[in-house]
T-cell receptor, first 115, second 115 residues
Framework: GAGVSQSPRYKVAKRGQDVALRCDPISGHVSLFWYQQALGQGPEFLTY????????KSGLPSDRFFAERPEGSVSTLKIQRTQQEDSAVYLCASSRSGRFWYEQFFGPGTRLTVL | AQTVTQSQPEMSVQEAETVTLSCTYD???????LFWYKQPPSRQMILVIRQEAYKQQNATENRFSVNFQKAAKSFSLKISDSQLGDAAMYFC????????????FGQGTRLTINP
């Protein structure tokens, strides 16, 4: 594909509902990242995959957040029992792996609103 | 822990003029990348320019250039001949070269271009 795609672009959930956000990285990109961007703030790291392996999940704010990338391409970020503080834009980025593959390519994000 | 600080929440500049956005960071690492990303209202993060810490020469990309002061841990972005299309949120970001590939972002600066 031409770039990183994310779906849905917008999601409204009632508090307590589960949501699933999808990311399709650029073909051939080994590394995949999820970031959370609160309104008016910079993105904050959530988790990182290299192929199907989740190498860093230190940024996940609680055990309600779960991410997977079972075949090393598409990734899903799942939030269980959503809370109002989960309202944010969720950005996905992908890149090649290695010292000199520095650029992360971002998708357009999913705006999650929890009512 | 690494931190990135952007002390200017908002900046404005007249079209065709020059503007400088400030960024400072804190790290104990010696080998890292610094980036400036642009985020227009469409939310898609776009890489503007990067700087490798081991390079003394300041990076330039057309109308965009940086002033990298490693000892002072300062990394400012200069935009020359500002254009209406430059209006966006600008984020300074940091990444170590070896190990964790996650980006650490600043809080952002909203740049307005006045016609």
């Amino acid at each position: 594909g031409a770039g990183v795609s994310q779906s849905p672009r917008y999601k409204v959930a009632k508090r307590g509902q589960d949501v699933a956000l999808r990311c399709d990285p650029i073909s051939g990109h080994v590394s995949l990242f999820w970031y959370q961007q609160a309104l008016g703030q910079g993105p904050e790291f959530l988790t990182y995959f290299q192929n199907e392996a989740q190498l860093d999940k230190s940024g996940l704010p609680s055990d309600r957040f779960f991410a997977e990338r079972p075949e090393g391409s598409v990734s899903t970020l799942k939030i269980q029992r959503t809370q109002q503080e989960d309202s944010a834009v969720y950005l996905c980025a992908s890149s090649r792996s290695g010292r000199f593959w520095y650029e992360q390519f971002f998708g357009p994000g999913t705006r999650l609103t929890v009512l | 822990a690494q931190t990135v600080t952007q002390s200017q929440p908002e900046m404005s500049v007249q079209e065709a003029e020059t503007v400088t956005l400030s960024c400072t960071y804190d790290t104990s690492e010696s080998d890292y990348y610094l980036f400036w990303y642009k985020q227009p209202p469409s939310r898609q993060m776009i890489l503007v320019i990067r700087q490798e810490a081991y390079k003394q020469q300041n990076a330039t990309e057309n109308r965009f250039s940086v002033n990298f002061q490693k000892a002072a841990k300062s990394f400012s972005l200069k935009i020359s001949d500002s254009q209406l299309g430059d209006a966006a949120m600008y984020f300074c970001a940091y990444r170590v070269i070896q190990g964790a590939q996650k980006l650490v972002f600043g809080q952002g600066t909203r740049l307005t271009i006045n016609p």
